[in-house]
C-alpha cells in the first residue's frame, strides 16, 4: 500500500506540487489524468527519487517506509518501477548488459543470489517475444536509435523483468500505435495481480480501455482535485479540463 | 609575452636542460662506437641539436600546454636497460646492433625527425632519443606473413631512470602484425624519464594493430614519438589506453605514401590527481584516396588535465581524402581540465574532413535512469564512464589479436 501525504515540492524556487495526497491499495490500478505542466511526471520523478526537485514537505509511505529518506536504487530493491516518459539513450551500454547489472543489482541489495547470463536470457527472451522487442534491441545500446514506441515497449520490458511492487508508468502510451499499444497494455496486465500497485499517467481515455483502472484522479496544479471510478476519464474525454484549470487557479 | 622575456625564458630552459641531461649526454658519446659512418655522423648531428635547441619549452605553439622541465628537474635520471619482448616465435625480432648493418636500418635511424621539413626545437626530444638510437629493438615482418599471437612488449621501469628506447618496425607487402604494449611500473613513488622513438614502415597492403596499455607510475614522465609510413592500401591502427603516468606526452607523425591506405588513432585516459595526458598528432595526407579517423575520450577526474592537438595535413592534389576528429572529455572534478585543438591545413579540392570536440559532466539524467533501475550510484557512473571510454575501440579490428 502507497500513501503519499500532503507533498510540496519544487525546483528552482517554483513549487510544483502544491500539497498532493493519494492512496493506492495493494493490487489496484490507480490513472492520473490532467493538463501539460500539472505536475504529472514530477510527481513520478519524486517518487523514483529524482533528485532535481526539493521535497519541503510531506512523505511518501511504502509499506510503511518513508521513500523519500532512500536512494533511488534502495527504492529500486524495494520494489518502485518508474517508466520514463522520455526513457534515455545510453550509448555504448548494451540493452542486455544493463538489464542484467540492474537485475542483479536489485537482488544483492535485497540479499539473494545473482542471475547468471544463461538464467538471465531464460527470463527475458519470452518475455522480450511478448512485448515485440527484438534480439537485436537487446543487443544494441540501450535505446540508441530506437524510434520512440521501440523505447516505451522497452521500459514495459524492463519493468516485467524488474517485477515491482508499485509501477509508475509516465505516458507510456504515447508514442505507440494501435497494435503496440495493445502489446503494451497486454504487457501490462499480465503483471497484474494481489501485491502489485500501478500508478499510470496517461491522456488518453483508450488506454484505460486495455487498461481497466480502479480509480481515475485529477491532477491540475500541483494537487489532485478530483478522484472517481472509470467514468471519470470518460467525462474528462468530453469535458476537457477547463473547470479543473479555472478551480486550481 | 615581450621579446625579451621569451628570450629569457629559452636562455633559461636551455641551461636547465644542460643540467639535467648532462650525465645521460656524457655516457651516451662514450658509448658510440663501432657504428656505420651514417649513424654515428646522425648521433653528432643529434647532440648538436639537442644541446643548441633544448626540451622543449612552453613558448613553443606545439609545446604550451605540456612543460616538462618541473618534473625533469626533480630527478636524478641514470641510463635503464632495454625493454622485455615476449613472442612465441622471437625469429623476426632482434636488437638494432645486430641489424645495423642493414640499409633500411640505417636509413630509420638518420631520419630526420617529422613533423616539418625544417629542423625545429619542437623535436628535441626525438634528437635526445637519436644519441642513443642502436638502442631497442628491430621487429621485422617479411612479406605475405601473417603474427596472429600478438607480440608482447613489456617495459617496467625502476625509480630515477632515463629509458630511451628506439623501437623500429617493417611489415612487409601483405603481412599482419599485432603489437601489444604494456607499461607498468611497480609502485607509483618511482619517478622515470621514458623517452621512446618508434618508427614503423608499412608496405602495400600491410596491417599493424598496435595497441599500448600505459599504466606508468604517477611519478613518470614519457614522451613517445611514433612515425607511421603507409605504403598502398596499408592500414595502421593505433590504440593507447591511458591510466598511469605524471606526464604523457604521445606524439604520433603518419605519412600516407601509398593510395588507398588508413589510419587510426585513438587514445582514451582514465586519469586522476595532477596527471597530464597529452595526444599530439599529425596526419600528413601526401596521397590521394586515403582515410585517417582519430578518436579521442578522456575521463578527468581531481587536477587532471588532457590535451588534444589533432593536426590533419591534405596536400594539393590529395583529392577524396576522408580525415575525422572527435575529442570528447568527462570532467568529473572542477579542477580538471581539457585542452582540444583540431587543426585542418588542406590544399586539396575535393576533402571531406569533419571534427568536433566536446567537453563536459557526467550526464546525470543518465545516471538517474540507471539508479532507478537499481544500479548503485558508483556502478552507475563507473558503467557510463567504461561506455565512454569504449568508444575509442569503434571499429578497430582488436579481436584476433587476444
Ligand atoms: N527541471 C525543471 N526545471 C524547471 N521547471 C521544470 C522542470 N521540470 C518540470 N518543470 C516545470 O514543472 C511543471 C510541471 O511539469 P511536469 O513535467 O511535471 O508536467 P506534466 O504534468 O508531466 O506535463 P505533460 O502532460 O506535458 O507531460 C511545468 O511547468 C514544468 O515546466
Ligand atoms: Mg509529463
Redesign the pocket.
Known amino acids: 500500500m502507497i500513501s503519499i501525504k500532503n507533498l510540496h515540492a519544487r525546483?528552482?524556487e517554483?513549487e510544483?506540487i502544491k500539497g498532493l495526497s493519494l492512496e493506492i491499495e495493494a493490487g489496484k490500478v490507480h490513472a492520473i489524468m490532467?493538463?501539460?505542466?500539472?505536475?504529472?511526471?514530477?510527481?513520478?520523478?519524486i517518487i523514483a527519487g529524482r533528485e532535481?526537485?526539493e521535497v519541503t514537505d510531506g512523505e511518501i509511505l511504502m509499506n510503511g517506509k518513508n521513500l523519500l529518506d532512500l536512494e533511488p536504487e534502495e527504492r529500486a530493491a524495494e520494489g518502485v518501477f518508474m517508466a520514463f516518459?522520455y526513457p534515455l539513450e545510453i550509448p555504448g551500454v548494451p540493452m542486455n548488459t544493463f538489464m542484467r547489472t540492474a537485475l542483479n543489482a536489485q537482488r544483492k541489495l535485497r540479499g539473494e543470489d545473482e542471475l547468471d547470463s544463461l538464467a538471465y536470457l531464460k527470463k527475458i527472451k519470452p518475455l522480450a517475444k511478448t512485448l515485440g522487442v527484438s534480439d537485436d534491441m537487446l543487443k544494441r545500446a540501450l535505446n540508441e536509435g530506437c524510434s520512440g514506441g521501440e523505447k516505451k515497449r522497452n521500459e514495459v520490458l524492463q519493468m516485467a523483468m524488474l517485477e515491482p511492487t508499485f509501477a509508475v508508468l509516465?505516458?507510456t502510451d504515447s508514442g505507440l500505435d494501435i497494435d503496440a499499444l495493445r502489446v503494451v497494455a497486454d504487457g501490462v496486465n499480465a503483471l497484474r495481480n494481489e501485491q502489485r500497485s500501478f500508478l499510470v499517467?496517461t491522456?488518453y481515455q483508450r488506454l484505460l480501455d486495455y487498461i481497466k483502472p480502479d480509480v481515475v484522479h485529477v491532477?491540475a496544479d500541483g494537487r489532485i482535485v478530483e478522484t472517481g471510478g472509470p467514468e471519470l476519464a470518460l467525462r474528462l474525454e468530453e469535458e476537457g479540463y477547463a473547470k479543473f484549470v479555472g478551480e486550481a487557479a | 609575452m615581450s621579446n625579451a622575456s621569451a628570450i629569457k625564458e629559452t636562455v633559461y630552459y636551455k641551461a636547465e636542460t644542460a643540467q639535467i641531461f648532462a650525465p645521460i649526454i656524457a655516457l651516451a658519446q662514450n658509448a658510440a662506437n663501432d657504428l656505420p659512418a651514417a649513424v654515428a655522423e646522425k648521433q653528432k648531428l643529434a647532440h648538436n641539436l639537442f644541446t643548441q635547441y633544448g626540451v622543449p619549452y612552453p613558448k613553443l605553439e606545439r609545446w604550451k600546454y605540456s612543460n616538462f622541465y618541473p618534473v625533469l628537474k626533480k630527478m636524478d635520471l641514470a641510463p635503464a636497460a632495454l625493454t622485455d619482448i615476449w613472442h612465441g616465435d622471437l625469429s623476426f625480432v632482434k636488437p638494432i646492433k645486430d641489424m645495423i648493418s642493414e640499409q633500411w636500418v640505417q636509413d630509420l635511424l638518420c631520419a630526420t625527425a617529422p613533423q616539418s621539413d625544417e629542423i625545429k626545437d619542437d623535436n628535441a626530444f626525438w634528437y635526445l632519443n637519436d644519441l642513443q638510437n642502436v638502442q631497442g629493438w628491430v621487429i621485422d615482418i617479411p612479406a605475405n606473413t601473417s603474427v596472429n599471437q600478438a607480440l608482447l612488449l613489456k617495459t617496467v621501469n625502476k625509480d630515477n631512470t632515463y629509458n630511451a628506447e628506439r623501437i623500429l618496425i617493417r611489415v612487409g607487402r601483405n603481412s599482419r602484425l599485432v603489437m601489444d604494449e604494456q607499461h607498468q611500473h611497480e609502485t607509483n613513488d618511482h619517478a622515470y624519464f621514458k623517452n621512446w622513438v618508434t618508427q614503423i614502415v608499412l608496405e602495400d597492403n600491410a596491417e599493424l594493430v598496435h595497441t599500448r596499455n600505459q599504466d606508468d607510475s604517477l611519478k613518470a614522465a614519457y614522451v613517445q614519438n611514433t612515425a607511421v609510413t603507409l605504403g598502398r592500401d596499408a592500414r595502421y591502427y593505433g590504440l593507447t589506453l591511458n591510466k598511469g603516468a605524471h606526464m604523457f606526452r604521445n606524439q604520433y607523425h603518419i605519412v600516407f605514401e601509398g593510395e588507398g591506405a588508413h589510419a587510426s588513432v585513438r587514445s582514451s585516459a582514465d586519469v586522476g590527481a595532477d596527471q597530464h595526458i597529452d595526444l599530439t598528432t599529425c596526419m600528413y595526407h601526401n596521397v590521394k584516396s586515403c582515410t585517417s579517423d582519430q578518436i579521442v575520450r578522456n575521463v578527468l577526474h581531481d587536477k587532471a588535465t588532457g590535451v588534444f592537438q589533432g593536426k590533419v595535413y591534405v596536400a594539393k592534389g590529395a583529392d577524396y581524402t576522408d580525415g575525422s576528429q572527435s575529442s570528447k572529455a568527462l570532467l568529473l572534478s572542477p579542477l580538471a581540465s581539457m585542452h582540444a585543438k583540431p587543426e585542418l591545413e588542406i590544399y586539396a579540392d575535393e576533402v571531406k574532413c569533419a571534427h568536433g570536440a566536446t567537453c563536459g559532466a557526467m550526464d546525470e539524467k543518465s545516471l538517474f535512469y540507471a539508479r532507478s533501475r537499481g544500479i548503485p550510484y558508483e556502478d552507475a557512473r563507473a558503467m557510463l564512464v567504461a561506455a565512454f571510454l569504449e568508444e575509442v575501440k569503434d571499429g578497430l579490428p582488436l579481436t584476433t589479436g587476444e
Do not use: F, V
Open positions: 525546483i528552482e517554483k510544483i490532467g493538463p501539460n505542466g500539472a505536475g504529472k511526471s514530477t510527481l513520478a520523478s532535481e526537485y516518459q509516465d505516458e499517467i491522456h491532477l
